[in-house]
């Protein structure tokens, strides 16, 4: 077991280098000046120029990537242009409400995709089967931004049941700071008024998150469980007297859910790349607004540094999903 | 005394999309308590859908439309999906299916698999939580050790892809004996298996009727295993039981035209390879009568109408016009 988690660490290292060298190629060929947009419009050629020594961005590109990668190595991730803070920092204090967001729409599509992939199988071509095929085809179709929007025209605008944008209103002050997460540190410092407002502010972000990848984790789930109802050792345990609802969600259901794993994991990349677009829309305080302002702003330290971010919360998610691969099928881990 | 499993003219028809299948046209048989009974049929002629309508688990669009399953005097079709698990499924009927390799769930335990039938299944004991669980894993232990599986005190912590296919369908032999079951329905459990692990299974199978006082319905295609295990023997032809008696009777003197030819064909009896001409009519437009009738070498007679149940020779019952 630790050998296998040891080996896929070791097969990650290889991934995240080359990434690391594609972002800061191809950050190059943006047309714009990193030392102009730093020092601001009403700076002058010397200003600019004193800048662009002292980041080293007149030294060879061999150099500036051997001085970038040295820095990486020691997590300094360099200064935002935009903010004078250091970019770690910056990520830190905004990574806990992306986080929040993604894990909320997780629970979400997860929670609701798998029961609802597991009923269109055991009603295969009948009416909740009929239901999930148009929520798939909705789930794919629908444009993220436009849904978003359509909930908060209905759900704030016209209903006033849930806010519009933000994280928390202005009206409730933060909770204490323990652990970056809102909703956590509201639950430890007891603030049950902040822990309610939280909650209802994540609501719309997270169904607008959540809704492609519900529809995707219930089609692969029925896919599965229809798969795996095939099986002799279905029959063999209906006719073995398994209770029925154990024998589907547990004997099943653990058969069904190795492409539900995998979608899992794709899941989480595809969140974190539609919150950029989630957290625009609803002015969320996380990675994916900084991302998008970083953009705007041609901060180029913040864009090495998210993408790299992102990189490595790939790569880690891919660990954990052959993790509970093997741990779900224990064929895969006697293979290795 | 009333036999274990008394069938009587049981129909089963299969609705599919080119029309309604007869699947079981009348099939007849009797399991007397202490007996291994052989069903002998080829591919195709509804063994799969008996047992399956005896478990109580048929296929989508299939339903039993006459006849009757006794089972200790009562009649398994009138129960429910919820009776049979109570009162039926592994309690009182134990089932080994016929591929060993694909029966056993491959990402749990054995153990958990085992433990899982005995769960609802298994015989009063009076004990509660932890103390039945261990009697529980020690009566499968046991099992497991009769059953000569290799290391049986760290078998059910191990999956079943660790064990060979002839030692996973002595699991499967030991999991349709954990609840101690009277009947025991045994699917083809050997054709999976080469030669020498097919023989000592048939062995083993033998000596547990005896030593576990169960009686064994044995589903199978093939002669040879009927004659080395079984004390009955039913011959089913496309869906109709055509012959039925004690083994040594049957294999014998064969009386139904069918046995006959079917037995003429066996490798270790004929002279030279041969078949019975024509093929097995299709479930969906079957003839008439006796459903061997176009197959037939004695066609003259009034082979369509309904068939009797005669005595042959040898008292084995024959379902022939030849015999009424």
């Not at chain 2, 097919?198 to 199978?205: A, G, S, T, V």
Request: glycine share 8%; aromatic share 6%.
């Amino acid at each position: 077991m630790l050998r296998f988690v040891l080996r896929r660490c070791g097969l990650a290292v290889p991934s995240l280098f080359g990434l690391l060298v594609v972002t800061f190629l191809m950050i190059r060929l943006v047309p714009s000046d990193p030392a102009a947009a730093m020092a601001g419009d009403a700076a002058t050629p010397e200003q600019i120029a004193l800048l662009r020594h002292k980041y080293g961005l007149d030294q060879p590109v061999w150099d500036q990537f051997v001085v970038y990668l040295g820095r990486i190595v020691r997590l300094d991730l360099g200064e935002s242009a935009f903010t004078h803070r250091p970019v770690a920092t910056d990520i830190a204090q905004r990574l806990p409400a992306t986080l929040e967001l993604i894990f909320a729409s997780m629970f979400l599509s997860v929670g609701l995709g798998v029961p609802i992939g597991v009923l269109a199988a055991l009603r295969h071509n009948e009416m909740p089967d009929f239901v999930l095929r148009v929520l798939s085809v909705l789930g794919v179709a629908v444009a993220t931004f436009w849904f978003a929007i359509m909930l908060q025209l209905l759900f704030s605008m016209q209903l006033h049941w849930l806010p519009l944008r933000g994280q928390l209103a202005d009206s409730v002050p933060r909770p204490v700071n323990i652990t970056g997460f809102l909703l956590l540190d509201s639950l430890l410092g007891r603030r049950w008024d902040a822990f309610g407002d939280a909650l209802a502010h994540l609501v719309l972000p997270a169904v607008t998150l959540a809704f492609g990848g519900l529809s995707g984790i219930a089609r692969f789930t029925r896919a599965g469980v229809l798969d795996t109802l095939q099986n002799d050792f279905v029959f063999y345990e209906r006719a073995m007297g398994f209770r029925r609802s154990r024998l589907i969600w547990r004997y099943v259901l653990r058969n069904s859910v190795t492409a539900t794993v995998t979608q899992i994991g794709l899941l989480f990349g595809g969140l974190i790349a539609g919150g950029v677009v989630v957290e625009a829309i609803f002015d969320w305080p996380g990675i994916g607004s900084y991302t998008v302002q970083a953009i705007l702003t041609g901060d180029r330290q913040v864009m090495l540094s998210v993408t790299l971010l992102v990189g490595v919360i790939y790569a880690v998610v891919n660990i954990l999903t052959d993790l509970v691969h093997g741990l779900l099928d224990p064929r895969l881990l006697d293979r290795t | 005394m009333i036999p274990l499993l008394h069938v009587s003219d049981l129909h089963v028809s299969i609705r599919t999309d080119a029309g309604i299948a007869s699947v079981l046209d009348g099939i007849d048989l009797t399991l007397e308590r202490g007996r291994i009974l052989g069903v002998v049929g080829e591919s195709g002629c509804g063994k799969s859908t008996l047992i399956r309508t005896i478990m109580g688990i048929l296929p989508k669009g299939a339903r039993a439309d006459a006849g009757e399953i006794l089972f200790e005097g009562e009649n398994l079709l009138a129960f429910s999906e919820a009776e049979l698990n109570s009162r039926v499924r592994s309690s009182r009927i134990g089932f080994i299916p016929q591929d060993p390799l694909m029966s056993l769930n491959p990402v749990f335990k054995v153990g958990t698999q085992m433990l899982e039938i005995m769960r609802d299944h298994a015989p009063p004991d009076g004990l509660r939580g932890a103390a039945r669980q261990r009697a529980r894993v020690q009566r499968l232990v046991g099992l497991l050790r009769r059953m000569q599986v290799p290391d049986p005190e760290t078998a059910l912590e191990r999956y079943p892809h660790q064990f060979s296919g002839g030692q996973r369908q002595r699991l499967l032999i030991a999991a349709a004996l954990a609840c101690a079951p009277g009947l025991v329905i045994a699917d083809e459990p050997t054709t999976a298996l080469d030669v020498t692990t097919q023989h000592e299974i048939l062995l083993l199978l033998r000596e547990l009727v005896g030593e576990f006082g169960i009686s064994l319905l044995f589903v199978t295609h093939d002669f040879g295993v009927v004659a080395e295990l079984c004390d009955d023997l039913c011959v089913i032809y496309a869906g109709q039981t055509v012959e039925a008696g004690p083994v040594h009777a049957v294999l014998s003197a064969p009386a139904h035209p069918y046995t006959v030819a079917l037995l003429a064909c066996h490798p270790d009896r004929a002279d030279s390879f041969q078949g019975i001409p024509g093929s097995v009519p299709s479930p969906l437009a079957p003839p008439p009568g006796c459903r061997f009738t176009p197959r037939c070498l004695h066609t003259t007679l009034p082979c369509s109408a309904a068939v009797p149940t005669g005595r042959s020779a040898v008292g084995t019952a024959v379902k022939c016009v030849l015999y009424a």
